[in-house]
């Protein structure tokens, strides 16, 4: 089993509210740190954003930066850049240590420079080539979970109980 750090979802210019609110109701439920890199779409104040987030919001550990250079500055572990234009599996690493899941803009994804300089840590997730991408909050929750499956669910509740109710 790989070395459990403390995972991590960044958010570079995401445009589209509802997309982050529902990201940030996945890190909350999953205990991951959101780094959100500006410009942002929207206002963190958005009802979209918060609707989607709905009760959680006290749970989520939420860091924002002017730019990238800015979180670069800021944070050091394992960075992964998840992109259509990657070569390579999400399932492939190994992801140890602290964790860095990278996602770009819905309608863009990640700048391509950065994408050059790192291709050993660009990971894609598998589809159909008719399609042009996932739901960026889909492809982050698919992310997230394949680095907690690979750190076997430490910590985390791992069967349900049935209540009773109908």
Not at 93 to 110: A, C, Q
Not at 117 to 131: C, G, H, S, T, W
Not at 144 to 152: A, G, I, K, S, T
């Amino acid at each position: 089993m790989p070395e459990k750090g403390k995972l991590h979802v960044v958010l570079v210019e995401p445009e589209i509210p509802q997309n982050t609110g529902n990201i940030a109701r996945t890190c909350a439920a999953t205990g991951a740190v959101l780094h959100l890199v500006e410009p942002l779409g929207f206002e963190i104040s958005d009802r979209y954003l918060k609707r989607a987030g709905l009760d959680y919001w006290q749970y989520l550990d939420l860091r924002i930066y002017p730019n990238l250079q800015a979180f670069y500055q800021a944070n050091e572990g394992a960075f992964y850049y998840f992109s259509t234009k990657a070569k390579q599996r999400y399932t492939q690493p190994s992801y140890e240590g602290d964790v860095y899941l990278f996602f770009g803009k819905e309608t863009k994804g990640l700048p391509e420079s950065l994408l050059k300089e790192n291709q050993d840590r660009a990971v894609r997730l598998p589809m159909l080539p008719q399609i042009r991408s996932l739901n960026l909050s889909n492809s982050v929750a698919i992310a997230v979970y394949e680095v907690l499956r690979q750190w076997n669910f430490d910590g985390f509740c791992l069967e349900g109980h049935l209540t009773g109710e109908e």
